[in-house]
């Protein structure tokens, strides 16, 4: 699992992976073409899906814009609240006892059922997507940062302790370093669940972006237009979290031995 | 002993959990001369680490007064005169070898620290001139702890505290490094405290062994090593030697002994 997430699997292994996603897509194929038959098939075959892409090109590019301006704003706005947040937190622990509780229950609440208030209290626009791929981001990267912060090894912040070091010193020094691989572990799951925010809330939030053509195209039971926005929308929280993994690595580099190949 | 460096007058240490109270460090008194190297040696768990960790002020004694050069640990600490060598190497492993021993000259600021030593020289010392730009990882574990002595020692301290520091590594590694520390500190000229519970690790490194009870620990034989310096790895042959390991380990046992008796 931690080896398929690695920005670098070895050749091999690429290989097999790439040969697994080609088999499902035979697979997928031969199944839509038995049992799905048709001219514009609700489960089209993947080569009938590249032409619903191919078909819807020109719409799925100006639609993913808006999502796209939104699910960035918002991740970079939550992530960066909710670090902010965790550092408070570990610096102030009052402040972690007497807010956990609320962060959690922040976190319980149903993002379907707070669209609709954001939309009447912010009206139809940017701001009510933005806000959402926010708390979609928020709470994994919290929760990574988090833990992230107080895995530095206790030696480590004694001798911090021994140099007289400021807690500042401490935290930009040790803490944040160590706590670098759990924050990118939470800003990977949190990416995709930005976009996927930014695009629930266009249903209702928005009159432009992937989440808003979804709508039209069910309303006018327009198939291809839909199984072309969600290629757009897997595409982009993938593209995503990719992105997250190519920062990852030029900022954390190496510090271990690197994995060796299993076989 | 001319010239005091360390003072521990009537030490404790209890350590409060709860409705647990547990004993550490019983009355300890020792004091350790400029420049004089000791080892604290008991059986594991005893509290010598405790007693190591107050020089440090990383514990504070519950009664008892402990002095460096006349003050408290914790001014000594403010100064930045304690070096420590913890039994992990607990490098920074996005830092280079470098980087790690600069550590806490970035932290003291360049200027405030006048004494400060040079970190290629320290990199001589240490014998890793040929790694300073390696990572942490590249290294073998005595390689790191070489690494955690010369940041140890970078901002020139006063006392050299060395907890287990050699603990983790193979016997022949071990002996190596020692032979190195011993080299170092008397390049350095500083008061070091070695904590171990390997006799003849004492006995090699050491002018006076303080050997502790088990818990809490008090301090119950003080032998002087007559061991004339430098020591070589070859003394660890001679008859002297043996002996000295031989009253050490006695004095280490004999609580047990009796106990069993």
Redesign the interface.
């Known amino acids: 699992m931690s080896a398929a997430l690695t920005l670098a699997p070895p050749v091999s292994r690429r290989l097999k992976s790439l040969a697994a996603i080609l088999i499902l897509l035979a697979l997928w194929e031969v199944a839509a073409r038995l049992f799905v038959p048709g001219v514009n098939p609700i489960i089209p075959p993947p080569s009938v899906l590249v032409t619903y892409v191919a078909r819807h090109a020109g719409l799925l590019l100006i639609s993913v814009q808006p999502t796209i301006v939104a699910a960035i704003s918002g991740f970079c706005i939550g992530a960066s609240i909710s670090i902010v947040l965790a550092v408070i937190f570990v610096r102030f622990p009052t402040v972690e006892a007497a807010l956990a509780n609320s962060v959690v229950l922040l976190h319980a609440l149903p993002m379907l059922a707070i669209i609709p208030l954001l939309v009447i209290w912010f009206g139809i626009g940017y701001t009510p997507k933005i806000i959402i791929a926010a708390l979609a981001t928020f709470f994994p990267v919290l929760n990574g940062a988090l833990r992230g912060l107080r895995s530095s ?1 206790r ?2 912040l ?8 400021h807690w500042l ?1 401490t935290l930009t ?2 803490k944040i ?1 160590f706590a670098l691989p759990y924050i990118f572990a939470g800003l990977k799951i949190a990416a995709p669940q930005a976009v996927l925010g930014a695009t629930v809330a266009e249903w209702i939030g928005s009159r432009s972006g992937l989440g808003s053509q979804i709508l039209i195209a069910l309303l006018n039971y327009d198939v291809p237009l839909l199984w072309a926005c969600m290629v757009a929308c897997a595409l982009l929280a993938a593209t995503g979290f990719c992105l997250i993994l190519l920062i990852e690595y030029l900022v ?6 690197p994995l060796r190949e299993e076989d | 002993m001319s010239d005091v460096s360390i003072v521990l007058e009537g030490v404790s240490k209890t350590f409060v959990d709860g409705a647990n109270r547990v004993h550490a460090v019983e009355r300890v008194d020792l004091a350790i001369a400029r420049g004089e190297f000791v080892a604290l040696i008991g059986p594991s768990g005893c509290g010598k680490s405790t007693v190591l960790r107050m020089l440090g002020d990383l514990e504070s004694p519950s009664t008892g007064s402990v002095t460096i050069d006349g003050v408290s640990p914790g001014e000594i600490r403010k100064r930045r005169q304690i070096g420590m060598v913890f039994q992990e190497a607990n490098l920074l492993p996005w830092r280079s070898v470098y980087d790690n021993i600069a550590l806490p000259l970035e932290i003291a600021g360049k200027s405030a620290v006048p004494g400060a030593r040079s970190i290629d020289d320290l990199l001589e010392l240490v014998g890793l001139k040929d790694f300073r730009d390696a990572l942490p990882w590249q290294l073998s574990g005595g390689m790191r702890q070489r690494v955690a002595i010369a940041r140890a020692l970078v901002l020139n301290p006063k006392v050299l505290l060395l907890d287990e520091p050699f603990g983790a590594l193979d016997e022949i590694t071990r002996n190596r490094l020692n032979i190195d520390l011993l080299k170092i500190w008397t390049e350095v000229g500083i008061t070091a405290v070695l904590v171990t519970h390997s006799i003849s690790e004492a006995v090699l490194m050491s002018d006076r062994i303080f050997v502790m009870s088990p818990r809490p620990a008090t301090i119950t034989t003080t032998i002087p090593v007559t061991l004339p310096r430098p020591r070589t790895a070859q003394m660890q042959r001679a008859p002297e030697f043996f002996d000295l390991v031989a009253r050490t380990g006695e004095a280490l046992y004999r609580p047990f002994e009796t106990e069993a008796a």
Request: proline share 5%; net charge negative; charged share 35%.
């Open positions: 090894e030696s480590t004694e001798l911090m302790h021994i140099l007289d070091a010193q020094k040790v370093p954390i580099g190496r510090r271990s031995e």
